[in-house]
């Protein structure tokens, strides 16, 4: 396909947006007649599920010799910037397909961000890297302006604002937050950074700053994803910034970011302490409490990705070794420390239960066929669907819940106790919502909730005998019971060792005050790279995208959660994606050194000869085949990841690696070593 064909360089129509491929007639004649603006006409056909469901390779950027950390496209989507391991930026022309600009950064390091400064006509660019400096390029004369050498450990992403052409931040793996501003002289010295607008050490063990995002909107507000659950986000407007001053010695030798970030770590830094509202916390409600559990088992969790929508409101995590959750900025009474209260009243509780419509019915029909075959995973897809048309339907909710409650994946747990509980509220004589409402208590170990919920449906029952001596009610009773009485014989003093610092408790009232999450996104992998992005796609997000470990990139529909297209993009990992600001258009990149583009393919493309070979063949990996190969079989790949998500990361590479030689070898191809860039 041209590329010409997607953009429309020049179309009298508009500057931009794919304008060749119209999937509404109705849209197309109010743009005619003039009610409608040709930019809300591009707004609205920017992506549909046609669209997704089209998507494909149509053009490769190559030049890199190492992985493909980052790319950034500029503000109209005419260049495209990418970082590497190979400790150069490139920066792509897109609409003639050539590399524009080679930057030798001079980082010895890994290059993990890279961000065009806004207002600067594209002209300078922003690096951060491994080496924990900062670097800023003129792009035309190829001449660094700036190096920063705030950070004491890598550097992992960089974020800009349109309301501060000449300010920027890094978050780095030293648990700092960096604020630069280009119109004022340089702050710092060999000892002393004065520039630190976040300090989480004081609050956390060892704290790594994974990404950092502005709100679009209310650009005051700035998120922040590190080695934990939470998703914080900070009003700028309330933060002062601090200094942070090291000892002399640790500058003497080449181990001196080493020795500084050793000191940063151990030692509790005076920083004031933050006023009232100035940051907001949200995590999954289920992870907190599971957060230890993991630790203790190997198994950390952290935010590897976060994203404002374009309006906003939201907020979008992808949580390393987790799922992807989506978050209401404005939520205020979704908590994370909510409890499931007996006989409380709700809006949302009717007299009249709702009658489900006629396309809800079919597909919850659906999904109960599919229940009953044990495919879980489709079953929830139906009623998803049946739950866009019928939102208030305590039946729809209670049949997801035990689909979730049978899928186990991680999240199901939780998730069915919330929509048990919705189950329930709508109709407190659903006795089958009851009843997977106590189980989904038990499975997140609410025990004291889940004797209470027991005890009354002994009260609403007890004329039914059948109901509360059944086999199935009395087993999750007895292990209740028997949950409850290991918890008072084993439990700890409640005492404190040690008297908590102000930061420390501070710490602990954020956490508790966290919201809880609206949607969530399944079927990815995200456990070996810490630098795996997920976004919105659309002018409206009506899409949800991410890469994943096993190659493959996921797109979901925003409103169901279901997965629309998964497509093979790396053939190792996917890490990034970038849709375009105007036209159907996303890049990505990962462990291969290549950048790929992908597009909409013409109708006519779709043909009986070339659409076999754009599949994965039946008895295939999960996930395989070549570069651009749709994964047909999604519920056995979604599977797979959910395994790998459990697994040993190292063991999965290891396989990763001999699978790939073994497939190497039966093409004709040798390979020296496992790949050098699978871990970040």
Known sequence: ??????????????????????????????????????????????????????????????????????????????LLASGSDDYRVRIWDIPHRKEKHVIATGHTGNIFGVKFLPGSADNIVISAAADGT??????????????????????????????????????????????YDLREPKRCDANTCRQVLINLNPYMTNPECKSIACNPVQMHYMAVGATDCFTRMYDRRKLKLSSITYPNHMFDDSRGLVRRYSWLSSHNTEVEPLEPGCVKYFAPGHLPQKEQESRNQWRNFSITDVRFSADGT?????????????????????????????????????????????????NKDLGNEYYHRGDHNSAIAYYNRALLMSPRSSVLYSNRAVALIKRKWDGDSYQALLDAYMAYVLDPANEKAHFRL???????KRWKEAKEWCEDF?????????????????????????????????????????????????????REAASDYRNKFVGHCNTTTDIKEAGFLGQNGEFIMAGSDDG???????????????????????????????????????????????????????????????????????????IGTEVEDVTRATDANQRRMNADPWTMILGDWIQNQANAAGAGVVINGPPNCAQQ
């Open 134 to 179: 900062v670097r800023v390029f003129d792009v035309n004369y190829q001449e660094m302006l700036y190096c920063f050498s705030c950070h004491v450990n890598r550097v992992k992403r960089v974020a800009v604002s349109p309301d501060s052409p000449s300010v920027f931040w890094s978050a780095g793996e030293d648990g700092l937050v960096i604020q």
């Open 552 to 626: 493959s990139f996921f797109i979901w529909d925003r409103k169901s959660t279901n997965l629309v297209k998964v497509i093979r993009g790396d053939s190792n990992i996917v890490n990034c994606l970038q849709p375009h600001p105007t036209s159907c258009v996303i890049a990505t990149s990962g462990i291969d050194n290549e950048v790929r583009l992908w597009a909409p393919r013409a109708v006519e493309e779709k043909d009986e000869t070339e659409e076999p070979a754009r599949r994965s063949p039946a008895g295939a990996e999960p996930a395989s085949g070549p």
């Open 458 to 510: 002994h009260r609403q029952y007890d004329n039914r005998r059948q109901l509360v001596t059944s086999p199935s009610f009395l087993e999750l009773e007895q292990q209740i019971t028997d949950a409850l009485k290991a918890n008072r014989n084993g439990k700890r003093s409640r005492q404190q060792t040690k008297e908590l610092s102000a930061m420390e408790t501070q710490e602990i009232k954020w």
């Open 314 to 362: 939201s907020i979008l995590s992808n949580i390393g070794g987790e799922q992807i959750y989506l978050f209401s900025v404005s939520e205020s009474s979704n908590k994370v420390a909510k409890t499931f209260s007996i006989g409380e009243q709700s809006p949302l509780r009717s007299k009249n239960i709702e009658e489900i419509s006629e396309y809800a019915q079919k």
């Open 1 to 78: 396909m041209e590329i010409d064909s997607i953009f429309h360089w020049g179309s009298s129509c508009s500057s931009y947006g794919a304008f060749g491929i119209r999937s509404s007639y109705a849209l197309q004649s109010e743009a005619r007649y003039g009610l409608i603006s040709p930019v809300q006409f591009r707004r609205m056909q920017q992506w549909s599920v046609e669209f997704v469901r089209r998507l494909g390779l149509f053009w490769e950027l190559k030049g890199h010799e190492g992985c493909v950390n980052c790319i950034e496209w500029n503000h109209d989507g005419t």
């Open 438 to 444: 106590i189980k989904g208590l038990a499975l997140v």
